[in-house]
């Protein structure tokens, strides 16, 4: 099993990013998957949901409007667009997926995004 987490990097305020996970290992098409982060200092937290379809989504308020997860089933992979970054979404952002009946849970190792001019 993998989930191997890219397009992280350094962006100015203001900017955009777009994040990708690969899945591989496991039958990625009935997984809920999930972006979290972790700020230095800071308790991971869930920043969007997915769910198996890619039907429904949620957003934890601080990034709601501004980041968009998605996901495309053929690929293995989940996406997480970030638009309007701000200096405190700057954290070290994971991928996970949940399965649909056991709740086993898969992370990736994460990608590190920079907000900063």
């Known amino acids: 099993v993998q989930l191997v987490e890219s397009g992280g990097g350094l962006v100015q305020p203001g900017g955009s990013l777009r994040l990708s996970c690969a899945a591989s290992?496991?039958?990625?098409?009935?997984?809920?998957m999930s972006w979290y982060r972790q700020a230095p200092g800071k308790e991971r937290e869930l920043v969007a949901v997915i769910n198996s379809a890619g039907g429904s989504t949620d957003y934890a308020n601080s990034v709601k409007g501004r980041f968009t997860i998605s996901r495309d089933n053929a690929k293995n992979t989940v996406y997480l667009q970030m638009s309007s970054l701000k200096p405190e979404d700057t954290a070290v952002y994971y991928c996970k997926g949940r399965g649909p009946i056991s709740g086993r849970e898969y992370w990736g190792k994460g990608t590190l995004v920079t907000v900063s001019s």
């Open positions: 290992g496991f039958t990625f098409s009935s997984y809920t």
